[in-house]
């Protein structure tokens, strides 16, 4: 329940943040859903009738178009190699759009079932969570996360330097774990 809030509020919040640190924060996001959803096992269903829908077409339409500016920020300069699944930037930027906002959709309805907060209500989030995972969202998040895998390493390994990626891998001067800085470290000790 909280890994899942915690993604739909990165993505609502997609345009407040930076793309790099947006994407770095997807990329964590994601790997946990997967892994969590995983082991959930699959209650009994209660209700007979279909759940109501949270997520409405537009708001659905502006969380796609926000993450797809984005992704255009980042998308600009990468560098695809040849015979990648995605071999065209827009192809990029546009599955990965979808990709994002269907797993935005799947776990805003749980969380919003979820929080109904009766017992059966409860109960089918998880069944219509785990079933959702089985049939589309398990797929979605490994399309989604390979997707992030290919924007955000391409971007380190290029010769373009992206700065929206440069704070997380931990190049900061000031990290006490360089070479310069270890030589000051361990001679003291000496």
């Not at 759940?51 to 077409?57: G, L």
């Not at 500016?69 to 190699?81: E, H, L, N, R, W």
């Not at 919003?112 to 109960?123: K, T």
């Not at 391409?154 to 070479?179: C, H, L, M, R, V």
Request: aromatic letters at 10%.
């Amino acid at each position: 329940m909280k890994m899942a809030g915690d993604y739909c509020v990165c993505v609502e919040k997609v345009t407040d943040t930076n793309a790099g640190e947006f994407f770095l924060l997807i990329q964590q996001h994601i790997s946990l859903i997967y892994h969590k959803a995983a082991c959930i096992k699959r209650p009994k269903y209660c209700y007979d009738e279909d759940i109501k829908k949270f997520v409405s077409e537009s708001r659905y339409t502006s969380i796609r178009d926000a993450i797809a500016q984005q992704i255009g920020k980042i998308t600009a300069g990468i560098p695809v190699s040849a015979g990648s699944k995605h071999d065209q930037t827009p192809h990029i930027g546009f599955a990965l759009s979808e990709a994002l906002a269907d797993i935005y959709e799947s776990l805003k309805e749980f969380i919003s079932l979820y929080q109904v907060g009766i017992p059966q209500s409860m109960n089918d989030a998880l069944w219509h969570l785990k079933n959702d995972f089985a049939g589309n969202l398990g797929l979605r998040l490994i399309e989604g996360l390979q997707l992030i895998h290919t924007i955000v390493y391409s971007n380190q390994s290029s010769e373009k330097t992206y700065g929206d990626f440069d704070d997380a891998e931990g190049t900061d001067e000031s990290n006490p774990w360089s070479i310069d800085d270890q030589e000051e470290i361990y001679s003291e000790d000496e």
